[in-house]
Each structure stands twice: as C-alpha cells, then as structure tokens.
C-alpha cells in the first residue's frame, strides 16, 4: 500500500476537518429553520420586513409620529401585509380539523364497592450525615506480600 506524501495526507485531514465543521454548522441551521417552520415564526419574520419597509417608506412622506401611526394603525396595510394576512387565512383554513368525541361509558351493573387503604406507615428517617454512614471495617487492612 502506497503512502501519501506529507503535505497531501495534511491537506485530506484539513478538507475533514472542515468538511465536520460545516456538517455541524448545516446540522445547526436545519434545526433552526425546522424549528421556525413548526412554530409559524416565517409569519412574523415576514410581517417585521414589512413593517420596517412601511415604516421606510412612511418616514419619507412625513414625520416620524405620523410614518409610526400608519403603519401600525392597520388602516393602511402594503401589499406585503395584505399578502401575509390573506396567507394566514389560508392556512388556517388547510389545518386538519379533529372532531373530538365524547367518551361514553355504560353503567356498571350491580353496585360499587370501595374497599379502605390499608393502614400507612411512614418509613423511619436515616441520618443522612456523613458521620453517620462511616462503618469501622471488619477485617484488618491486608499486608503487603513483598516487603
């Protein structure tokens, strides 16, 4: 079996290193987006790079009072907004609607019996301190075979 030089067999262990990295960073990353996904936080995302857009936007035809009150007002939403909102209400609508039913249980025949616990009886407390615990050892210590 032939060996790599030196500076090639560095090279491959650098590319794996890296290679580990980036497969930890992606692993990260996938974890982030899923969570963002399961959570609907795209929705908020989206409506922030809105807001901030009419906010933009709003500055450059007023002042910042009135740039502040139309665009959190919702009297005068963007198109972005509008797209977000109608979004909303079709995804609403596409979520499985579970019936829940009411659960049903027959009547027992004959009577009910309830029988009495048998007695308690608490468990005595152990001294829990280290003093204690310490037990003298029954056998001496051994002796050493080689002296």
Do not use: Y
């Not at 032939?2 to 590319?15: D, I």
């Not at 963002?36 to 910042?64: D, E, P, R």
């Not at 907004?81 to 909303?88: E, N, S």
Request: aromatic share 10%.
């Amino acid at each position: 079996m032939r060996r790599l030089p030196l500076r090639a067999r560095l090279t491959f262990l650098r590319f794996a290193r890296n290679f580990m990295f980036v497969l930890l960073r992606l692993g990260k990353v996938l974890v982030v987006f899923s969570l963002i996904a399961t959570l609907s936080a795209h929705w908020a995302l989206l409506q922030t790079v809105a807001w901030t857009t009419m906010l933009a936007s709003n500055l450059q035809s007023g002042s910042l009072c009135t740039a502040v009150t139309r665009t959190f007002d919702g009297a005068h939403p963007c198109c972005l907004c509008k797209a977000i909102a109608a979004a909303k209400r079709s995804e609403q609508k596409n979520t499985l609607s579970v019936e829940t039913q009411k659960l049903e249980f027959p009547p027992v025949q004959g009577e009910l019996v309830l029988f009495a616990p048998s007695p308690f009886e608490p468990v005595p407390c152990m001294d829990a301190f280290a003093s204690s615990l310490f037990h003298k050892p029954l056998l001496p210590p051994p002796r050493p075979s080689f002296v």
